[in-house]
């Protein structure tokens, strides 16, 4: 991997201790709760800019590719950082993944029951979030909110996968813009919540990104998804 693109290690210590600055003060903001969980978005960057990362103390990466992921995860098999998937994944690629990482974007049956096959065939649990498209995007990934129920509902017959929460990728607007989608996810975590369903425990909101996670953590989101702003742009 081409790795010119990645800043110094000093570098990647004063952006992350930057981004930690900004995730307190909306916090801050947002009121009384636990802090979110930062995940640094590590895809197309080499594995030194892991190692880097998490020299500043960071322990949470994600990766969007199912092969890349594959690689970096052998790569740190003795000292495995908190992994993250949160791209697209398709049902041949979900071997790579099922086992070794929280898995962000869940969103039909079929990528489900896939997931079920393998972490039964490895005698595992593994915990994902659904992904919910709540901006009507029909080029985007993600159930929508009228499909969310049924979704939500599979898990009941998935005895080795787990629902922890909802994941959103909103459309590119201004983050004020942006601030609605989000408290409509959180709206509807808490609906769905009350609600309950087996195999299903809403507990985290994976929302914001580089551009808008400040506004994430005061709609109430538990995980945010940092790349830019912590390795710069990324290498290819």
Request: charged share 25%; glycine share 8%; hydrophobic share 45%.
């Amino acid at each position: 991997m081409n790795s010119a693109a990645t800043p110094a290690a000093a570098d990647l210590a004063d952006n992350l201790a930057r981004i930690r600055e900004r995730v307190a003060a909306a916090v801050a903001r947002r009121g009384p709760g636990p802090a979110p969980r930062l995940i640094g978005v590590s895809k197309r960057h080499p594995l030194a800019a892991i190692t880097e990362a998490r020299a500043a103390g960071l322990e949470d990466f994600g990766e969007n590719y199912a092969q890349e992921f594959r690689d970096k995860a052998a790569a740190l098999e003795n000292d495995p950082p908190r992994w993250h998937f949160i791209g697209a994944l398709q049902r041949n690629k979900v071997k790579y993944v099922v086992g070794k990482a929280l898995i962000h974007t869940v969103d039909t049956r079929s990528i489900l029951d896939a997931i079920e096959a393998r972490a039964a065939r490895e005698e595992l649990l593994q915990e994902v979030l659904v992904e919910v498209n709540l901006g009507g995007e029909s080029h985007k990934a993600g159930v929508s909110e009228a499909e969310l129920p049924a979704l939500l509902d599979r898990f009941a017959a998935t005895p080795h996968v787990r629902c922890v929460g909802l994941m959103l990728i909103p459309p590119p607007a201004p983050p004020e813009v942006t601030r609605g989608v989000f408290a409509r996810l959180s709206a509807l975590r808490g609906q769905l919540a009350e609600e309950g369903r087996p195999g299903v425990d809403l507990e985290h909101l994976s929302m914001g990104m580089s551009s808008d996670f400040e506004v994430a953590i005061e709609e109430g989101a538990t995980l945010v998804r940092v790349g830019t702003a912590i390795f710069g742009p990324r290498p290819y």
